[in-house]
């Protein structure tokens, strides 16, 4: 269990609207606040004009204007990618990935400028993750703790200071619905003043935390889900996804039917593709059969290599394309290749290591042409 920690951050909404109402300022000064932290990154309370007076000692005993604190940032040789290494309060560190959609080519990719870029960031949940997905360097490093919603958003306020985020992912470290409150919190924050991100534009992706999938449709409306399904049968999703066990691939098929019902909603299938696993044709015809009923895009993802950690090798690029013509052509489901970036800078899925001393790696999408960008 992750240790309980105040967390300081402002924009933990529920911490401050609670410390206001106590002294009775108007909640409206919150959207202002942020707005000029996030303009001002360097600011103190007291520079923020026309507060209250009673905001003044209160904002100095019990926040800072940002809990968190950008580390470092590295960008990729290509410009498309940028990593941001942010240190929490408890010192462990998360990466956070932007990625430039550039408007006028209408893909991802060239160089940053004013205006013509759209990012997405790709935001990470935990410090870890208890899933264990044999094939992915969080898994490996176990369940560290979970971020407040504050130091979720914060993620968002570091990369707005290089660039401007339009579509946020959760596909960073940790499994979103394992730490199911502060994901809704930090949600609710994106959504309204002064990010006022659409939900649209939002999109969480989960390993299958069936209880969670349908309180989240309630909860947050109108949020891209994307499902990390990976294979098309519970032995072979039990054996890359140890989690499988406890969320059967029957089950979860029956949630996600549930969830298209009330959402009206297409759902974004995360499909890896591991060479002699889950690569073969009989295993595109299976997962053909099994998503016959829904309304999905399936995006393929090449297996990104962890170094020793994973037993696994990429599938070949005649497997990937051969598995979309059956996808496409036989069973008419819109099946889309995840291009690898940031592979340079380990920032590509289930590459990013940060090597440091009490925590270690994360990773990150890097294509979500597919999610956003229509
Ligand atoms: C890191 S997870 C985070 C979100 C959530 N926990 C999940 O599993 O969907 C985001 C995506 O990265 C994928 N991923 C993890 N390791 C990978 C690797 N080594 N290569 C390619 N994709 C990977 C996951 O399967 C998932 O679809
Ligand atoms: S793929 Fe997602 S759920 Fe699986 S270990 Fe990695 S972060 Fe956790």
């Not at 300022?25 to 990154?41: A, D, E, G, M, T």
């Not at 199911?180 to 990010?195: D, R, T």
């Not at 297996?303 to 496409?328: A, D, H, M, T, Y």
């Amino acid at each position: 269990m992750a240790a309980k920690r105040s967390s300081g951050s402002i924009f933990d909404a529920p911490d401050l609207r609670r410390e206001f109402e106590k002294v009775d300022i108007s909640l409206n000064f919150i959207p202002f606040i942020w707005k000029y932290v996030i303009k001002n990154p360097n600011c103190k309370w007291d520079d923020i004009p026309n507060l209250p007076s009673a905001a003044y000692p209160l904002l100095h005993s019990k926040f800072r204007t940002l809990s968190s604190s950008l580390h470092s940032v590295v960008e990729s040789n290509d410009g498309v990618t940028t990593k941001l290494l942010i240190r929490l309060q408890n010192g462990a560190f998360v990466e956070a990935v932007i990625m430039r959609y550039d408007t006028r080519l209408g893909k991802y990719g060239g160089k940053p400028r004013p205006g013509g870029l759209r990012s997405t960031l790709c935001v990470s949940s935990q410090v870890g993750c208890k899933m264990g997905c044999k094939f992915c360097a969080t898994g490996s490093m176990g369940f560290k703790n979970n971020l407040s919603s504050g130091e979720i958003v914060e993620q968002l306020v570091h990369a707005s200071y290089l660039s401007q985020i339009r579509n946020v992912v959760f596909m960073g470290m940790g499994e979103p619905l394992n730490n199911y409150a502060a994901l809704v919190e930090a949600i609710h924050v994106m959504l309204g003043p002064p990010f006022q991100l659409s939900p649209k534009k939002i999109t969480v992706s989960t390993v299958g935390v069936i209880h969670a999938i349908n309180k989240l449709q309630k909860d947050v409306p109108g949020l891209n889900l994307a499902v990390s399904l990976h294979a098309p049968v519970q032995d072979i999703r039990c054996h890359i996804m140890p989690a499988a066990r406890a969320f059967p691939l029957e089950k979860l098929m029956d949630a996600l039917q549930v969830y298209q019902k009330n959402s009206q909603q297409k759902i974004f299938i995360e499909y890896i593709m591991l060479d002699g696993v889950n690569d073969e044709e009989q295993h595109a015809h299976q997962l053909g059969k099994l998503l016959e009923n829904f309304e999905v895009v399936v995006n393929l993802i090449p297996f990104n290599p962890i170094g020793n950690l994973s037993e696994f090798r990429s599938s070949s690029e005649e497997k990937v394309s051969r598995f979309q013509i059956i996808l496409r052509g036989v069973h008419n489901i819109r099946t889309t290749v995840r291009k690898q970036m940031g592979q340079d800078i380990s920032g590509a899925c289930g590459q990013l290591v940060v090597n440091l001393p009490d925590n270690s790696s994360i990773n990150g999408l890097t294509d979500i042409e597919d999610l956003h960008l229509r």
